[in-house]
């Protein structure tokens, strides 16, 4: 079946710039994980839903920082006044229970210029 | 910060079998021993999970200590796609990954 899909795959913008990143999961899931990767660093946990709601938010890195589920599928993550340090690959997770296990999407790089 | 320790790197030639060492010393007892993998550019790859009991899938082989302090992730006949960053963490419940840096392996022909 379709695994986990994200799009863009590849996002540039300016410095202060709004950017709005998506993630399908795979169908059926309820539970979706957002992270962040820096180049060379291992994935860093961002945000988790369970359904519609934000279980755990507690490693996004400040309030410019922001995600939804509105209909407890897809999810967008929302970066405000964007900065030259948000430029990481923005990677999706999801899996059937939050106790189950995860799988990625390809992520989406974004380079802030 | 990650719970587990890797090695940085690890060399494997083609064909072979790869035995990746995780060191996870304070592991818990509802903690899950999880093994990932990334291909260069690619979201990162489940590989296998375990409790306590050796576990086997198509993938690769996870054996456990038995006091849980420590896993080996066997790749029975490496290929030159097997190259990757491995990543051993332990999970419990509904918690997020913490990743750490991972073993990069290369396979070598």
């Known amino acids: 079946g379709a695994g986990v899909s994200q799009t863009p795959s590849n996002k540039v913008t300016e410095k202060g710039k709004y950017v709005e990143l998506r993630c399908d999961p795979i169908?059926?899931?309820?539970?979706l994980y957002w992270y962040r990767q820096s180049l060379g660093q291992g994935p860093e946990f961002l945000i988790y839903?369970?359904?519609?709601?934000?279980?755990?938010d507690s490693g996004l890195p400040n309030d410019r920082f922001f995600a939804v589920r509105p209909e407890g599928s897809v999810s967008t993550l929302k970066i405000q006044r964007t900065e030259r340090g948000d430029s990481a690959v923005y990677l999706c997770?999801?899996?059937?229970?939050?106790?189950?296990?995860?799988?990625f999407g390809p992520g989406t790089r974004l380079t802030v210029l | 910060d990650a719970k587990t320790t890797q090695p940085t790197s690890m060399d494997c030639a083609e064909g072979r079998a790869a035995n990746l060492p995780c060191n996870h010393s304070?592991?818990?007892?509802?903690?899950?021993v999880y093994w990932y993998r990334q291909i260069h550019s690619q979201g990162p790859q489940y590989i296998i999970h375990?409790?306590?009991n050796n576990e086997t899938n198509e993938m690769a082989s996870l054996i456990i200590t038995e006091d849980r302090k420590s896993s080996t992730l066997i790749l029975p006949h490496a290929t030159l796609r097997d190259t990757a960053v491995y990543y051993c963490?332990?999970?419990?419940?509904?918690?997020?990954?913490?990743f750490g840096k991972g073993t990069r392996l290369s396979v070598i022909a």
């Open positions: 375990g409790l306590k």
């Open positions: 304070t592991i818990s007892g509802n903690e899950y």
């Open positions: 963490i332990v999970r419990k419940g509904n918690t997020p990954l913490v």
């Open positions: 169908s059926g899931h309820t539970a």
């Open positions: 839903f369970q359904g519609t709601g934000a279980a755990d």
């Open positions: 997770a999801s899996s059937l229970t939050a106790t189950d296990t995860q799988y």
